[in-house]
C-alpha cells in the first residue's frame, strides 16, 4: 500500500520506491552467459563436417583425431547445451521482465546444468583416451607432430576449466533463486529496510 510518508513536505507528490535492480542484473548476466553458449554450441555442431573440408589435404589423409570427427555422444552433448543456452536467455528475458516464469526457468537451468556435467567429463575423457591412441597409431600425422602426441595434463586443464566455468554459475542461479530471492515478489518491491530508509 502505498501512502505519503508522515515527513514529506506539503504538496510534494509521492514517489512508489523504485522495485530492487537485481533482477536487471541477473537478467542481462543469463542473456550474456546464453549468447555465449548460443555461439559456442553450434560451431560445435558444426565443426566436425566443416573441418575435412577446409584442412589441406596433407592434414587429412590419416583422417582426423577423434576429438575433431562426428561423435554422436558429442554431439548430443553439444545440442545439449545449444537447449540450455536457449532455456537461460528465456530466464533472462522472463528476469528482466520481473516475471515468476523467470525464477523457475533459472532453477531449471541451474539443476540440468549442472546435470548434465558428469556425463559431459566423461565424453571428454573417453575422446581424450581415443586420441591419445590415435596419436600413437598415427605418428606421422601432422597433427600428432603439432600437440606431440598429447598429454594428460592438457586433459586435466580442460577437465578443471570444464567444472569451473560449467558449474559457477548454475551454482550461483541456485544459491540465489533457490535460497535468496524465493518470491516474485522479491523482484517488485524492495526490501522491507530499503522502504524505511
Request: some cysteine.
Amino acid at each position: 500500500m502505498n501512502t505519503i510518508p508522515p515527513d514529506a513536505p506539503d504538496g510534494m507528490p509521492y514517489l512508489p520506491p523504485e522495485p530492487p535492480q537485481w533482477p536487471k542484473v541477473i537478467g542481462i548476466l543469463s542473456i550474456v552467459w546464453a549468447s555465449l553458449g548460443l555461439v559456442c554450441a553450434p560451431c560445435g555442431l558444426i565443426g566436425p563436417f566443416i573441418w575435412p573440408m577446409v584442412m589441406p589435404p596433407e592434414m587429412t589423409k590419416d583422417g582426423l583425431p577423434p576429438h575433431m570427427s562426428v561423435d554422436p555422444l558429442l554431439m548430443g552433448i553439444q545440442a545439449s547445451g545449444l537447449l540450455m543456452a536457449v532455456l537461460l536467455l528465456s530466464a533472462g528475458v522472463a528476469t528482466l521482465r520481473r516475471t515468476a516464469a523467470g525464477r523457475t526457468l533459472h532453477l531449471v537451468y541451474g539443476v540440468l546444468q549442472l546435470l548434465s556435467m558428469a556425463p559431459g567429463i566423461w565424453i571428454t575423457h573417453r575422446l581424450h583416451v581415443a586420441t591419445q591412441q590415435w596419436f600413437a597409431d598415427h605418428p606421422d600425422s601432422l597433427f600428432t607432430k603439432q600437440q606431440g602426441g598429447g598429454g594428460d595434463a592438457g586433459f586435466i586443464i580442460q577437465v578443471a576449466l570444464m567444472i569451473v566455468l560449467g558449474a559457477m554459475y548454475p551454482a550461483f542461479i541456485l544459491v540465489w533463486f533457490g535460497l535468496v530471492k524465493r518470491t516474485q515478489q522479491s523482484m517488485l518491491e524492495p526490501a522491507p529496510e530499503a522502504q524505511t530508509a
